[in-house]
């Protein structure tokens, strides 16, 4: 099991590094035709244990085209792995992903496939705040920070977070229901999910 001193360790090394990739790569300057850029997730509130970055992009009216303009650039950039493009606006209503138009890329750092992710939205279509962590920092305490650093590390650990757990159903089960340990978010889950 991994302690919260090597999971509060991985965090901080994840966010000084997602740091460095998006300064390198101009993520933020390069997104930024797109609309009003927001940082959200774990990298925005210090609570990382894997190596992603979530965004949320704000434009009355996005269009595909310049997503694939945006795309063909960060392609060709060194290090970049794989680019992907979703038009979400179209998909059907029970798949559960936010109305919105998706651009993410995955590059290699210093051998490590990351995920920044960023879902340009009207803002009507905002993801309500309660499905997508949309500022929950300024609830959670030093103390709630740690147990869920811990319980994502552990997850991870055990080759169920992201598959099985994932980062909304924890942020709710220690915001809402205290839990402090694998245990008692397993039986959160299962109330959770019987609701």
């Keep these: 099991m991994i302690t919260l001193e090597e999971a509060k360790r991985n965090q901080a090394n994840l966010q000084a590094t997602a740091q460095k990739i998006l300064d390198h790569y101009h993520v933020e300057e390069l997104l930024k035709p797109l609309g009003e850029i927001h940082r959200v997730g774990s990298f925005r509130y210090g609570l990382m244990a894997k190596p992603d970055i979530d965004f949320l992009i704000y434009n009355s009216n996005p269009t595909l085209e310049s997503l694939v303009n945006i795309a063909s650039k960060i392609m060709l ?4 792995g794989k680019v992907s493009i979703h038009n979400q606006y179209i998909w059907p209503k029970d798949v559960n992903v936010p109305k919105s138009l998706y651009i993410g890329f995955k590059p290699i750092w210093q051998n490590v496939l990351w995920q920044i992710d960023a879902h340009v939205m009207k803002p009507e279509d905002q993801l309500d705040a309660e499905n997508f962590y949309v500022g929950w920092d300024s609830k959670l305490t030093e103390s709630q920070k740690d147990t869920i650093i811990f319980l994502k590390a552990n997850l991870i650990e055990q080759g169920r977070y992201p598959n099985g757990f994932y ?9 809402q229901g205290n839990v402090k340990t694998i245990e008692e978010l397993e039986n959160w889950k299962k109330k959770y999910l019987s609701n």
């Design 77 to 80: 950039m060194d290090g970049v």
């Design 167 to 175: 980062s909304v159903m924890i942020y709710k089960a220690v915001l």
